[in-house]
């Protein structure tokens, strides 16, 4: 069974500009949530949605937005890009049970310049 | 919102028993997860305890846990060197849906 795949695994971006990240899900999940990781800050997450619906949302500003499509995919925009948004972005699916595991891609790392 | 505690590194000789420490603060959490992440990848999940039972073992991994002081530890036994990497635990935050908060993560590195 593949696993997790977010697309694209590096960016580069300038203030003020907008980006989106990719994730395709285990097939069969329905739940992807996604997560920032930073040195300082460690892994903070940013949402989680299940059946195309965001079912649960971290303390992140408006500019972080996400969706989910019928197929189970999901993307996560973010928009007028500042220094501090440089991170590894994580996607993880998973059956979508409160205890069900997460399963991780490798990451989008993206660089505000 | 919940906490997770973990010390930040941790050193040991190959061959040697490694065991990583974390604490957490949901005392409703219902499985409690640990996680390896190797340089430049993404998080790997080793394995995963219920909240009622007390240890679990897969084969070089033993988990403990410890519900009454919401300590968990993951032991890993004659550690080798491709052991070495960061290894998260994680509680699931959320009553609806799925909100995992995970610890600074215990950076472990296995010495020749």
């Known amino acids: 069974k593949a696993g997790v795949t977010q697309t694209p695994r590096y960016l580069i971006k300038t203030r003020g500009q907008q980006v989106t990240l990719s994730c395709s899900p285990i097939?069969?999940?329905?739940?992807v949530s996604w997560y920032q990781q930073t040195p300082g800050q460690g892994l903070q997450f940013l949402f989680e949605?299940?059946?195309?619906?965001?079912?649960n949302k971290g303390n992140f500003p408006g500019r972080f937005s996400g969706r989910q499509f019928s197929n189970s995919r999901s993307e996560m925009n973010v928009s007028t890009l500042e220094l501090g948004d440089s991170a590894l972005y994580l996607c993880?699916?998973?059956?979508?049970?409160?205890?069900?595991?997460?399963?991780f891609g490798n990451g989008t790392r993206l660089t505000v310049t | 919102g919940e906490d997770v505690e973990q010390s930040l590194f941790l050193s040991v000789r190959e061959g040697d028993s490694s065991v990583i420490n974390c604490t957490y603060t949901d005392s409703s959490s219902t499985y409690l997860y640990w996680y390896k992440q190797e340089p430049g990848a993404g998080l790997q999940l080793l394995t995963y305890i219920f909240s009622n039972m007390d240890m679990k073992q897969d084969q070089r991994l033993t988990v403990l846990l410890n519900k009454k002081d919401k300590h968990l530890s993951l032991r890993i036994a004659d550690t080798q060197t491709g052991d070495s990497a960061i290894y998260f635990c994680?509680?699931?935050?959320?009553?609806?849906?799925?909100?995992?908060?995970f610890g600074p993560g215990t950076r472990l590195s296995v010495l020749p």
């Open positions: 994680a509680e699931s935050e959320s009553n609806y849906g799925q909100n995992f908060v």
């Open positions: 097939s069969g999940h329905r739940s």
């Open positions: 993880a699916s998973s059956l979508g049970g409160r205890d069900s595991p997460l399963h």
């Open positions: 949605y299940f059946s195309e619906t965001q079912r």
